[in-house]
């Protein structure tokens, strides 16, 4: 065993054994040698040459059980020089969290925001079955999951199979930043995506992140074009078939007179959801909720059904929102029949 396997070795015994080599009491051979000063010693040297995830420190100060997770869902962006150090917490949520890192040599960026997902035994998705319907679910790479295996697991909702699903919704919200992103939306730049996080573009300023719009007070003279602005990304996503899925002014981001939409693991595909025209509908009458409140009135269904039709999409009875539930055979038999009136 050579010093660095020993280093590596040491580093994974339990604190009774690592005691005993501290104590220079260890009995195992060919080990004992080993003074516990030259383990720091190599330990260190070896940590200067690395920049593997066991070297990866940052500044934030985290609690235990948030700081394994970061290292677990971070460390292959600092593995690749994407980050090296995660400096403050931006946001706390029920699904994820999103933290402000300095950017490393393979981004031309000094600042990126790295978003990190709860772990999935935390989160409550209970509902998301009306937005995964008629999406093709997506692995790790952002690939099509294709695998009798991977699909029977999803089907029988096994430890495994959940796990996949947790993959498919950070997919989805990576590839539509990218789709959006190239398209000309106002979204965050993304750089890389990793099985439980997603880097992108930072908005705001050290120590002062980009506010949402609900605490914003706008100027007057702000408002028509920042709601103008808003419905041009309503468009363009439709024009990318598909709808946000949870667009609100929480979800818009205010910095220096520009918006930035954010959190789209949530996608509506406009030609495959059979309850797509109601989500749509639901967006749409957000919005025009906020800036009713900054003085601009506009009808919601109105503006929602312009836009609808403007994409060739057909007219549908909508689903009561209680209803909207993508197990329900009355979405399924609505979808179906939008699919034979194409």
């Known amino acids: ?17 690592k005691l005993n080599i501290r104590l220079g009491i260890d009995k195992r051979r060919p080990y004992q040698r080993m003074t516990w000063k030259l383990i720091k010693e190599e330990r260190s040297y070896i940590h200067a040459q690395d920049d ?13 059980f948030e700081s394994w997770w970061l ?6 962006f600092y593995e690749h020089k994407w980050i090296t150090d995660v400096l403050v917490r931006v946001k706390g949520g029920k699904e994820a969290s999103v933290y402000l890192c300095r950017s490393g040599p ?8 790295a978003k990190v997902y ?22 790790e790479s952002g690939n099509a999951i294709v695998k009798d295996g991977d699909l029977h697991a999803m089907e029988k909702r096994t430890n495994y199979g959940e796990e996949l699903r947790h993959q498919s919704w950070i997919a989805y919200e990576f590839q539509t930043l990218e789709t959006l992103h190239a398209a000309g939306a106002d ?14 573009d930072y908005i705001g300023e050290i ?28 468009d363009l996503l439709l024009s990318n078939k598909r709808i946000h899925g949870d667009l609100s002014a929480y979800n818009i981001l205010y ?42 009135k506009r009808d919601p269904r109105k503006l929602a059904a312009d836009l609808w039709t403007s994409h060739g999409h057909k007219m549908l009875k909508e689903v009561h929102p209680r209803d909207l539930d993508a197990d329900k055979k009355e979405d399924r038999r609505l979808w179906e029949k939008q699919k034979k009136s194409k």
């Open 52 to 64: 593997s995830r066991a070297n990866f420190r940052f500044t934030y100060k985290a609690a235990r």
């Open 1 to 17: 065993m050579n010093t660095k396997d020993y280093i590596e070795y040491f580093d994974e015994l339990d604190d009774e054994d």
């Open 187 to 200: 979204v965050p730049k993304p750089y890389a995506m990793e099985k439980n996080a997603i880097l992108m």
């Open 118 to 139: 709860r772990p999935r035994s935390l989160r409550n998705l209970k509902n998301d079955g009306q937005y995964r319907e008629g999406r093709v679910d997506l692995d």
């Open 207 to 234: 120590g002062n992140a980009a506010p949402p719009l609900t605490a914003v007070a706008l100027a007057r003279e702000e408002v028509h074009p920042l709601f103008e602005r808003v419905i041009r990304n309503v």
């Open 255 to 296: 910095w220096e007179g520009n918006i930035t939409l954010i959190d789209f693991p949530q996608v509506v595909n406009t030609e495959t959801n059979p309850t797509a025209w109601n989500i749509f509908l639901r967006d749409v009458t957000r919005i025009c909720q906020y800036f009713a409140t900054q003085g601009l």
């Open 71 to 76: 290292l677990e869902s971070l460390g292959d």
């Open 106 to 113: 393979a981004i031309d960026a000094p600042l990126v925001a």
